[in-house]
């Protein structure tokens, strides 16, 4: 029973993830300036990574924590690559 | 659902699961729902700060139960997440406001919007700052005011 519950409070923290991920989606696709698409960028991807974990945390498989971690640092530096380039025109001068 | 974990920690993962993703939900809403930029950059903080220490807690408080010890490696994202993404965010806001206050490049924001409304302010004050800067050259630093 109370793995049952378990199961379906980690489910619904999925579904609210996944939803969570769609809104962000939405923003990059309505812009309407580069710098709202980054913004739209770095909630998607720091959402992907919550899902990534919450997921390992329903199969009880803590693999998926390996792959939350590189997304979240990955992602980390696209955002602060994708705010230079938009300061400066260019990534590395 | 692979093992057995006790009622306690069974709830406590639950409940943390479930605060974090609805907080990274409401994050994602407001992100979508406010009006200007400058506005827009707060909303995703919310996931990154409260929901992405929920989250990682949860799981931290799981496999501990699950594998019978402690298991910190949850704490590692627990410190990294919230400590880069104010960076991140900072950064992409003052690139922002470096597009706003020139008007040499970036796209102009709809005209009527919010984000019109913060650009004409930025470009007032970048042409007041450079204002204050000529007169400096010219005539040299203000007097202090005397008490």
């Known amino acids: 029973m109370m793995t049952q519950m378990l199961a379906g409070a980690l489910t619904l923290a999925l579904i609210l993830l996944a939803a969570a991920m769609v809104l962000a989606a939405w923003r990059i696709i309505r812009g309407p300036r580069a710098q709202d698409r980054v913004l739209g960028m770095d909630t998607l991807y720091l959402n992907g990574m919550l899902l990534a974990l919450v997921f390992g945390l329903r199969t009880g498989s803590d693999l998926a924590f390996e792959a939350a971690l590189i997304i979240g640092m990955l992602g980390f530096a696209a955002t602060v690559a994708m705010a230079k380039f938009l300061m400066r025109g260019e990534v590395i001068e | 659902m692979t093992g057995e974990v006790p009622l306690a920690a069974a709830l406590i993962t639950a409940v943390l699961a479930l605060i974090g993703a609805a907080v990274a939900a409401v994050g994602a809403l407001g992100l979508l729902r406010l009006r200007s930029f400058y506005a827009r950059a707060h909303p995703p903080t919310l996931a990154a700060t409260l929901g992405a220490t929920c989250i990682l807690l949860a799981s931290v408080v799981y496999f501990s139960y699950l594998e019978g010890r ?4 949850a704490l590692l994202a627990v410190v990294f997440i919230p400590l880069v993404n104010p960076v ?25 919007s919010e984000d019109a409304e913060w650009r004409r302010k930025a470009v007032e004050l970048a ?13 040299g630093p203000p007097e202090p005011d005397q008490p």
Request: proline content about 7%; glycine content about 4%; hydrophobic content about 45%.
């Open chain 2, 70 to 73: 402690f298991m910190p490696k």
């Open chain 2, 88 to 112: 991140t965010t900072m950064l992409l806001a003052r690139a922002a406001l470096a597009r706003d206050r020139t008007h040499a490049y970036g796209a102009r924001p709809e005209p009527g």
């Open chain 2, 127 to 139: 042409s007041a700052q450079a204002e204050a800067a000529r007169r400096v050259a010219e005539d």
